[in-house]
């Protein structure tokens, strides 16, 4: 269950193709931008959007941007037929114009110059960037506006910034972001494009080395790997640019001389091997540190970097430092969280002719740690306990409750030998008053085998989704006994208890509500679909029952962590034998 976010928490970064990510794109981009969804309705502009076109972003988000800017050169309403701008974005390519006209907010007309570029927020929905600035004096409605045009380098420089925020900012993966960076360098700006990067531990690897042949990028790994340590006294470009000092040009000249480091020797190598004549080295920082550099070089383009080249080279850097430090940062805290879930959560005991397997699966935006979890452990008298639950929340402090409860329950279950329905009202009489546990679903239950008869499940239910049984033969049904209200509220009524025979070869399924819950469909749909891929997956191995049960039932769209408990049932009942106490 997802727990609204306290004003406290720890600062995390900026989920990909979040709105807050869209707007500081957006601002970062330096003309005017906005976003068009797929009926080409404004979803976002920026401030300088809002002041060149007079308007403010009310007046603008959720407007048709055809019918509310698109004009001729003299202020009248275009024809969709013959809008440029309309047909590029019905095209779904990139395009650009450099004399067009838009309509401000106090009626003059804007002579502009656009791009407009395919740009994707997160999820698979594609949405269109459209950049512009103005090219010339306003005019007033019947009146003939200038047409003076920006440089097209100019143009081009603003896309491909836009280009690399936007597609820098969209990802938390730093292999990923590397893809997009290279992709967005070569072959625009160079035929190679190199990119070295500073670790934790100070050393410095070289990730990337890309060459454009054609159209396709190839990726030379031989040329990449461990570098020597930076030089904190070489004044050749790479080693300054990896301690963060700027952008400077190179050829293999730079690096004929008396190599002073390693990482010079590396350079020239680097040099030789590609047959790079000229080269522009920019130091990629975050806010808070160097990440690495960004080498663009030349080969097969004649023309060599001049000192023009280093401003926007070093803008590109820049973005790109910002994304890798988030994507390191978020990675970072994703190892923390997936080393403590691995400690919190427990493992499976062994129980004699019993199959069992767990399998647990995180929120995919969050902090890789959550409060569902699973337990199954021995009881004092011989029987198998089994728990599934959902403490509020998907963050470091629903998993410290989640622990909590799990522990006080395996307390309770061990010392009192009671109905599952009375050691559930014990933990939640106590959790209100020993934890910080504010609201909790669970199931809890005990399962015995019988010398001649199948195996029995006692169970009760405190506000959880049923559990899920499914004959050898495919036959699915929900266990909807036994339910009652979830830990956390206060109220004190009776909790009921419940019994169902496992037949031979039945699975039994517990799983938390990430599993079966996705926006816009009822918890009735998401039981629907679990039940019916559940049947047709009967007659498989267990751990394949649960592996393909997860990837074709959790909604796509899911942002809830996901816990599942699955057992199966011996096919034939065990005779003329005493159960055996389950061992760890």
């Not at 003309?31 to 309705?41: E, I, K, N």
């Not at 109905?419 to 399962?447: C, K, N, Y």
């Not at 266990?479 to 039994?508: E, K, M, N, Q």
């Amino acid at each position: 269950m997802a727990r609204p976010q306290h004003a406290e928490t720890v600062e995390e970064p900026s989920r990909p193709g979040g709105p807050d990510a869209r707007s500081r794109a957006l601002e970062a981009i330096g003309t005017g931008a906005y976003l068009v969804d797929d009926q080409g309705c404004i979803l976002a502009v920026n401030a300088r959007a809002e002041q060149l076109l007079g308007r403010s972003a009310e007046d603008l988000v959720g407007q048709d941007a055809h019918d509310l800017l698109h004009r001729g050169p003299h202020g009248r309403s275009l024809p969709r037929t013959q809008c440029g701008m309309r047909q590029a974005f019905h095209a779904g390519h990139t395009a650009q114009a450099d004399v067009d006209y838009f309509a401000r907010g106090d009626g003059s007309v804007l002579p502009i110059s656009w791009l407009l570029t395919p740009y994707e927020i997160g999820g698979g929905q594609r949405v269109m960037l459209v950049i512009f600035h103005s090219s010339g004096p306003l005019g007033k409605p019947g009146e003939q506006s200038g047409q003076g045009v920006q440089p097209m380098t100019e143009l081009a420089r603003l896309a491909l910034l836009a280009e690399t925020t936007t597609q820098l900012s969209s990802t938390l993966d730093v292999e990923e972001a590397l893809r997009r960076l290279v992709a967005l360098v070569v072959p625009r700006l160079a035929d190679w494009a190199v990119v070295d990067l500073i670790a934790d531990s100070d050393e410095v690897q070289r990730a990337v080395v890309v060459h454009a042949e054609g159209a396709v990028l190839v990726h030379h790994e031989e040329l990449q790997g461990p570098m020597p340590p930076v030089s904190e006294e070489s004044p050749l470009p790479l080693s300054r640019a990896l301690r963060g000092v700027a952008a400077a040009l190179a050829g293999p000249q730079t690096y004929r001389a008396e190599p002073d480091s390693g990482i010079a020797v590396e350079q020239r190598r680097l040099f030789e091997a590609t047959g790079m004549h000229s080269a522009a080295i920019a130091p990629i920082r975050s806010s808070r540190e160097v990440v690495g550099a960004l080498t663009l070089g030349r080969a097969e383009n004649p023309a060599a970097f001049t000192a023009a080249d280093l401003p926007l080279i070093e803008d590109v850097a820049r973005r790109a430092g910002l994304s890798l430090d988030n994507a390191r940062l978020y990675q970072r805290q994703r190892r923390v969280a997936e080393t403590m879930q691995n400690h919190l959560l427990p493992q499976m005991p062994r129980v004699p002719r019993l199959q069992m397997t767990v399998r647990y699966l995180p929120a995919p935006d969050a902090s890789q740690v959550g409060g569902d979890w699973y337990d199954a452990f021995p009881l004092s008298d011989g029987a198998t306990a089994l728990a599934i639950g959902d403490v509020v929340g998907h963050d470091l402090e629903a998993a410290a409750g989640m622990a909590q409860v799990r522990n006080m329950l395996r307390a309770y279950a061990w010392s009192q030998q009671e109905p599952p329905s009375q050691i559930v009202g014990r933990l939640d009489e106590a959790i209100q008053h020993i934890t910080d546990v504010t609201m909790a679903t669970m199931i809890f239950g005990r399962i015995e085998a019988s010398d001649d008869g199948p195996w029995q499940l006692f169970w009760t239910n405190a506000g959880h989704p049923p559990p899920l049984l499914i004959s050898r033969d495919g036959l699915a049904q929900y266990l909807d006994a036994g339910h009652g209200i979830l830990l956390g509220t206060g109220v004190r009524t009776p909790r009921p208890d419940a019994t169902a025979l496992l037949p031979p070869g039945s699975t039994l399924l517990l799983y938390t509500d990430g599993l079966v819950e996705a926006p816009g469909h009822t918890l009735d749909e998401g039981l629907n679909r679990l039940r019916r891929h559940a049947a047709a997956l009967a007659h498989r191995p267990l751990a394949s029952f649960t592996h393909l049960l997860l990837r074709r039932v959790r909604p796509a769209g899911n942002d809830d962590d996901v816990a599942l408990l699955a057992l199966r049932t011996p096919t034939h009942p065990a005779t003329g034998q005493t159960p055996h106490a389950p061992s760890r």
